[in-house]
Structure formats: C-alpha cells, structure tokens
C-alpha cells in the first residue's frame, strides 16, 4: 500500500509565494521520479515539474524561474516551492510518483488526492 500525501495548498495574493510538500508512504522500494501535477477548471491536466531520484529536473515553460521542486529521496518527498503566482496558477495540484515496490518489478504510477491552489486578490 503506497499513499501519497500533499500539502500546502491555499489562498494567496498574486506575487505571493507557496510551498507544496508531498510524503510517499508504504511499501516502496525504489523511485523513479516524482512531480506535480495541476488542472484548473476547463483544462488539461498538466505537468507543473518533476524530478528523478538522481535529481534530474523538468519544467513547465509556464512556471520556469518561478518554481522550484527539490526532493529528499531518504524521506521520500518532494517539495515545489512555487514563488511570484499568478493567478494563471490556480488550479488542483497533484502530487505524482513512479516507483517500485519490489526489486525488478514494474513501475507503478501513483497519485496523491490533490491539494487547492487558488491565486486571487
């Protein structure tokens, strides 16, 4: 059993600045990467940023120089330090894992339960 929890969403003011957290929990033996994930209403879920266990790196043209994901890979977590939002921003974020819970087994894709950002005055 393998859970993803997110946290740190909420309401902010444009130009502000947040701080999402994801824990991956249970069984798990290795992971491949982690990112965020986000879609707002009326749109494509999209990839915010990920990052490799090797801390390899992917951005949304959109968010490039305003975000920033790191990732602890002893706790299994992974962080996106989201600065300058805009409310373009606003949106359900995802937190997102591919591991494995066992050695030489399959990749499994994992979803948190999604946390709200909302960027407004």
């Known amino acids: 059993q393998v859970q993803l929890v997110e946290s740190g969403g909420g309401l902010v003011q444009p130009g502000g600045s947040l701080r999402l957290s994801c824990a991956a929990s249970?069984?798990?033996?290795?992971?491949?990467?982690m990112g965020w994930y986000r879609q707002a209403p009326g749109k494509q879920r999209e990839l915010v940023a990920a990052?490799?266990?090797?801390?390899?790196?992917n951005y949304a043209d959109s968010v490039k120089g305003r975000f920033t994901i790191s990732r602890d890979n002893a706790k299994n977590t992974v962080s996106l330090q989201m600065n300058i939002l805009k409310p373009e921003d606003t949106a359900v974020y995802y937190c997102?894992?591919?591991?494995?819970?066992?050695?030489?087994?399959?990749?499994?894709?994992?979803w948190g339960q999604g946390t709200q950002v909302t960027v407004s005055s």
């Open positions: 249970g069984s798990i033996f290795s992971i491949t990467a």
């Open positions: 990052i490799t266990s090797g801390g390899r790196t």
């Open positions: 997102n894992a591919v591991l494995t819970v066992s050695p030489g087994g399959y990749d499994y894709e994992y």
